[in-house]
């Protein structure tokens, strides 16, 4: 099975995916996070575009209000 690296760790990857995708999931999606694909940060408007290939490197940061 092929696989991407999200936050530093292998995950598995059936097909190539949007963002959009594999935040439903991983149960992330309509949370606000920020997500760097290969390096380079992406848009939220741009995460159902933008595919996730094999070998791809995720970072998600979850975004929390707090005081």
């Known amino acids: 099975m092929a ?11 059936e097909s190539p995916i949007s963002l959009t995708g ?8 309509g ?8 390096e380079q940060a992406v848009f939220p408007r741009d995460y159902p575009t ?6 791809s490197r995720v970072e998600i940061i979850t975004l929390a209000a707090g005081g």
Do not use: F, R, W
Not at 3 to 13: A, D, E, Q
Not at 22 to 29: K, R, T, V, W
Not at 31 to 38: C, G, N, S, T, Y
């Open 50 to 55: 933008t595919l996730v290939y094999p070998g």
């Open 22 to 29: 594999l935040l439903e999931q991983l149960d992330l999606a």
């Open 3 to 13: 696989m991407i690296t999200l936050n530093g760790s292998n995950h598995p990857l």
């Open 31 to 38: 949370k606000p996070v920020v997500i760097e694909l290969d």
